[in-house]
């Protein structure tokens, strides 16, 4: 709910993965968000212009040309990769600090703008883990990052 209204009814793992919409999607958890403006879509994957570059997400229901919207991408589906792979949404960024958490760590680092992105990895000793200072790029796939409706609409049926 907010100011009253419903937002999204489904199983908790749905409304993780599958926000209706970005105070959804801030709601159920972290996340790395860009403002910007929709550019072209195509099979359901948009082109999302931002002041950080260029980037690839799934479009959520109800965002189309001229709708006021954001680019979400949670922690755990961003990676900080030397070179990121062809194709990839990638950012150049510094590792600012390195957080141990337990079972998961949360890695931040700023880019040319100053702007902090966090990254969460496994803590299972596989993991290399960037020393405070490395170089590298944040990136993310663009099937696991979504261009939200900015404002919080009620669902259809909802009073």
């Not at 419903?6 to 860009?34: H, R």
Request: hydrophobic residues 45%; charged residues 15%.
């Amino acid at each position: 709910m907010s100011q009253g209204r419903l937002q999204q009814v489904a199983k908790p793992q749905d409304i993780y993965n599958a926000p209706a919409n970005g105070f959804v999607a801030s709601f159920v958890g972290e996340n790395n968000i860009f403002t910007g403006e929709l550019g072209a879509v195509s099979g359901g994957i948009g082109e999302f212009k931002t002041a950080s570059g260029i980037f690839r997400a799934r479009v959520g229901a109800g965002v189309g040309p001229g709708t006021p919207a954001k680019l979400y991408v949670r922690p755990e589906n961003s990676v900080l990769a030397a070179a990121a792979g062809l194709g990839a949404n990638a950012i150049n960024v510094e590792v600012a600090d390195v957080a141990f958490e337990g079972n998961f760590i949360n890695i931040s680092a700023r880019n040319g703008d100053g702007r902090v992105l966090t990254v969460e990895t496994r803590n299972d000793g596989a993991t290399v883990i960037p020393p405070a200072g490395s170089k590298l790029q944040f990136a993310f796939d663009p099937g696991k990052a979504l261009i939200l409706a900015d404002a919080a609409k009620p669902q259809a049926g909802a009073q």
